[in-house]
């Protein structure tokens, strides 16, 4: 891998990640966020992520002041990040606008914020194989205060507007058939006649797009057993790859796998299960990204699940079936 400091766009010192193929961009002077991942073969831009370079998405107010001091406020960034799940306005949402601490390990790079007023220390490490389109991220939940902690270790990515996410439904098998398959849990602004949304029998379909959108926002969570999920937009196309466990529980009514729409962006979020985590003691949730560039491939028929079946082959991207 090739490592270096640079300045990055607004987001000021930056670490420089990159194997030949994949260059992934991470903020050390804030956050951590994984802010940029491009191909280095692909036609500029070629970044994935959705950036905040206005810093639209954020939150503040008492509640932040009496926890984290005056005016302090919590900005979105853009890109991966990793926040703890059940979701709470305050431990959720810390305000991560410090220096980040990243170190070089056997592994890769790991990444974290200072330890401030955190029950559970977070960070995130890259590892990276030579002229591979994949990457690993690995994430890690530290209890560092004295009691017991429950939490789930949740593992977001803001991707650029403009595409559509293809999420696979579990699928049938032989069993008892008394029992559900599946799960899905909605969030109160989900609105299920959004044009944004297509719940199919073999696939989830979301949609990055502000026309006929009837909420700003939209949100869906599901049981992913087969523990991946894709989302194409122009030539590239980006792929997360995980691990469900059936016999855990999971935040949100059962949710391994969330997707959120805005109009700015669509994120695909993963989740572990949620875990007791005694003091000193770390969990970890992992991901594989695989970000293909992929020319001239035309969209599927989103009506015909075949289709789609049949495009996800095509595009080769390890991992989907």
Known sequence: MEIKEIQYGNYGKCLSISNGILQAVVTIDVGPRIISLSRLD????????????????????????????????????????????????????????????????????????????????????ISMGENSESMMVI???????????????????????????????????????????????????????????????????LHQQAEGAVSPQLKIGTDCHEGWCLYRSGDLLFEKRYVHDVNAIYPDGGASFEGFVTADYLALETLSPLYRIAPGDSVRHVENFTLGYRPNLADPDFSDEASIAQWIAESRLPGCV
């Open 139 to 205: 994430h890690t939940g530290k209890n560092v205060s004295e009691d017991m902690q429950t939490a789930s270790l949740w593992a977001i990515t803001l991707l650029r507007a403009g595409g559509f996410a293809i999420v696979p439904q579990n699928p049938k098998k032989d069993g008892n058939l008394l029992l559900p398959n599946r799960t899905i849990s909605l969030w109160n602004y989900t609105d299920l006649h959004d044009p944004r949304l297509c719940l199919g029998n073999r696939y989830l379909l």
């Open 42 to 125: 692909a036609p500029s831009p070629s970044n994935i992520l959705f950036e905040d370079t206005q810093r639209k998405y954020t939150a503040k107010g008492k509640a932040f002041d009496q926890l984290y001091g005056p005016n302090s406020c919590y900005y979105t960034y853009g890109g991966h990040r990793l926040w703890l799940s059940p979701e709470d306005y305050c431990r959720t949402y810390y305000p991560d606008n410090s220096p980040v601490i990243y170190s070089l390990t056997e592994e890769g790079i790991s990444f974290s914020a200072p330890q401030e007023h955190r029950a559970i220390q977070t960070e995130f490490m």
